[in-house]
């Protein structure tokens, strides 16, 4: 039995032209989570489509849980649209219902499971109303409820965490890891690196439609080495980019994040900032993906 949950073998998608997928290949592994991630615009989406069947590659093959994809197979699966799809006149737990059923689920089924679940996403006195009668979070929430309610052994996500305020990012983070517990396989894409950096097992990272990054979250990290600093800080900082031994600075205000050209520079960065800045927090960090993002996408650039 395949140990695969996903295989994508040299996928290729054009439009008008235009290569929007260029020769992807990756695999997740059953029981883990893999983050597809990239800017807007860097195919994250059409390759997430081409997954589900929804449009068909120009070449490539794709396997889903060790098959090509069929009918029967939607089942076994939870997809998560970038462009979210629920009935507007329908009541709460009549969306429920009607998803629930066309995933082969009884009704008492969906009305325990559901309820359950409005009441974790805090919409349990929600159910008789009309889905045009919530908000725009709420409606994300009921769309991602409808999505794990069969509790799929493989969900696919496109942009979960969209139109969600922090404490319901927080949610939708922390049921993602607790499926992941369950057994489920979780793929899912963003542009937002933090919140990936918290999750993923292993990771794709994609640009213009090519892929830049593969591999597990740590051995991504680990290529990149131990040349981090992270430093809170008061003042102005601008000068910390154009020192000699500074690779690169990403300056949020009032952290920042430093990479050496070698960690043995460290003391000298300290001296630097102690006599510029006020330094409340001096530390070894490991990259951020986002950090490690950019480099490729430059190195990218520059070949």
């Keep these: 039995m395949s140990?695969?949950?996903?295989?994508?073998?040299?996928?290729?998608?054009d439009f008008d032209g235009?290569?929007?997928?260029?020769h992807i290949t990756f695999t997740a592994r059953k029981g883990e989570i893999l983050g597809l991630l990239g800017p807007n615009g860097a195919g994250k989406t059409t390759?997430?489509?081409m997954v589900m069947d929804i449009i068909a590659p120009d070449s490539g093959s794709i396997e889903i849980l060790g098959q090509p994809f069929?009918?029967?197979?939607?089942?076994?699966i939870g997809y998560l649209p970038e462009e979210r799809g629920l009935y507007r006149k329908l009541k709460v737990l009549d969306t429920l219902l009607f998803f629930g059923e066309l995933k082969g689920m009884k009704a008492a089924a969906v009305r325990e499971r559901g309820r359950k679940l409005l009441q974790q996403f805090q919409l349990e006195a929600y159910e008789d109303k009309k889905v045009?009668?919530?908000s725009k979070g709420m409606a994300q929430k009921l769309q991602f409820i409808t999505t794990i309610l069969h509790n799929p052994e493989l969900l696919i996500l496109d942009e979960p965490f969209s139109g969600l305020d922090p404490l319901n990012i927080e949610l939708v983070k922390d049921i993602i890891l607790t499926s992941k517990r369950e057994g489920t396989t979780i793929i899912y894409s963003t542009h937002l690196m933090e919140y990936a950096e918290k999750t993923v097992d292993s990771l794709v990272m994609i640009d213009k439609g090519r892929k830049v990054i593969d591999g597990t979250l740590a051995a991504v990290?680990?290529?990149y080495g131990q040349k981090f600093v992270k430093v809170q800080y008061e003042g102005d900082a601008r000068f910390v980019a154009g020192l000699p031994y500074v690779r690169s600075c990403r300056d949020s205000g009032r952290e920042m994040e430093v990479e050496l050209d070698d960690i043995s520079s460290r003391d000298k960065l300290l001296r630097d900032l102690l006599g510029r800045l006020a330094v409340n927090g001096f530390q070894l960090s490991e990259p951020s993906l986002q950090n490690i993002f950019i480099r490729k996408v430059q190195e990218g650039a520059g070949a």
């Design 132 to 134: 045009e009668e919530l």
């Design 221 to 223: 990290k680990a290529e």
């Design 47 to 49: 390759t997430m489509r």
């Design 3 to 13: 140990e695969l949950a996903l295989s994508l073998q040299d996928l290729v998608k």
């Design 70 to 76: 069929s009918e029967p197979l939607k089942d076994r």
């Design 18 to 22: 235009k290569r929007a997928v260029d």
